[in-house]
Nanobody, 120 residues
Framework: QVQLVESGGGLVQAGGSLRLSCAASGRTFSSYRMGWFRQAPGKEREFVAGLNWKSGATAYADSVKGRFTVSRDNAKSTVYLQMDSLKPEDTTVYYC??????WGGGVKAWGQGNQVTVSS
């Protein structure tokens, strides 16, 4: 079974940047899709970004397009979410996921979650 371990969250001022990392283990990921979701208290879980591990194709929610970038390091089996031009409304818990669809459908595994707080 796959394990997803996240790191890199924290506190940043509006306009700043953070990078989340998600180290994956338990199988070979070259044929899979990974992604990021986020969920604020009392709100539904929101798709943020997706990545096809083999082709490198990516997908982004409109709310983060142009500000966030998802990427991977094959040698480290790690997925990254680079978050730039952060806004207070980006404050929430971010989850790394393994998914069946590039756009976040069919979640197969979750990371533990990582808090991102953006101050105004």
């Amino acid at each position: 079974q796959v394990q997803l371990v996240e790191s890199g969250g924290g506190l940043v001022q509006a306009g700043g940047s953070l990078r989340l990392s998600c180290a994956a283990s338990g199988r070979t990921f070259s044929s899979y899709r990974m992604g990021w979701f986020r969920q604020a208290p009392g709100k539904e879980r929101e798709f943020v970004a997706g990545l096809n591990w083999k082709s490198g194709a990516t997908a982004y929610a409109d709310s983060v397009k142009g500000r966030f970038t998802v990427s991977r390091d094959n040698a480290k089996s790690t997925v990254y979410l680079q978050m730039d031009s952060l806004k207070p409304e980006d404050t929430t818990v971010y989850y790394c996921v393994e998914v069946e669809s590039l756009w976040g459908g069919g979640v197969k595994a979750w990371g533990q979650g990582n808090q991102v707080t953006v101050s105004s």
